[in-house]
């Protein structure tokens, strides 16, 4: 399997997926046409899969035109069927299904919107977030509520450490302002901020790096809730805070 990074927009990743014992061809998250279709034409002349992990513009802005040329079929959330457009089939919270030879796994982790998804293939060690996780990062909640999106973050950070992480966006650098803001002893933090500030693409990073510089998975921890003032407060309500704090960073 072999995986390529499109750069959209100003700041999105979508992301090809070629399954070469079968030569199929999907993509995650086609922000926009014409990045995502140079690469196509140039490489592979076909396109089988569409994969939206939520509706929003940015993630199903090339849906039509993509799915109008290659005739692909596109796959999003049963809760989310109304709002992505040119969907074909509906995926259900812990279905799986397939890709050619690989299997992916729905995982429902909702709060950035209603109806957000994870892909999750187990045997790669591989997962698609979304707007969920970020490197160093979470979503901003639109239509859920910090518990759902805690919860959401808590089942993604209960994935084996050596699962790759390739999120919806190129937030990073961003992202570890804050946690050095608030977690300034971090000395995994530190080293990585590092490779950050010498890479324009973090992509991918790891459940196992995340679990030691992400803030937003590190609610647990005493020196957070220390630096915040909140010595006694649970490990959501550190949450909480952090999202707040983040809104206004």
């Known amino acids: 399997m072999n995986i390529e990074i499109i750069s959209c927009l100003d700041d999105n990743y979508s992301y090809l997926i070629h399954e070469e014992k079968t030569n199929t061809v999907a993509i995650i998250d086609p922000s926009e046409f014409d990045p995502c279709d140079e690469l196509i034409k140039k490489k592979y002349k076909k396109l089988d899969y569409i994969l939206n992990t939520h509706h929003h513009y940015d993630h199903v802005g090339g849906n039509k035109m993509l799915k109008t040329k ?22 259900k919270d812990n279905q799986n299904f397939k890709i050619g030879n690989l299997n992916i796994l729905v995982i429902f982790i909702p709060s950035h919107i209603k109806g957000h998804i994870a892909f999750y293939l187990e045997k790669k060690k591989i997962v698609f977030t979304g707007d969920t996780l970020f490197s160093l990062g979470c979503g901003k909640i639109f239509e859920g509520t910090y518990k759902q999106m805690f919860n959401s973050l808590n089942k993604l950070k209960n994935l084996p450490a050596a699962t790759k992480v390739y999120s919806g966006h190129e937030y990073t650098k961003k992202n570890l302002d804050f946690c050095l803001t608030y977690d300034p002893n971090n000395e995994f933090l530190k080293k990585k901020a590092e490779w950050i500030n010498s890479n324009n693409i973090t992509m991918p990073s790891s459940i196992g790096e995340e679990l030691k510089t992400n803030i937003f998975l590190r609610c ?6 220390d630096a915040l003032n909140l010595k006694n407060s649970s490990d959501q309500e550190i949450f909480v805070k952090l999202r707040d704090l983040k809104d206004n960073f």
Not at 70 to 91: E, M, Q
Not at 220 to 225: R, W
């Open 70 to 91: 290659y005739n692909s079929t596109v796959l999003g959330f049963d809760g989310d069927k109304d709002r992505i457009p040119c969907i074909d089939k509906f995926l």
């Open 220 to 225: 647990e921890e005493q020196s957070i809730k």
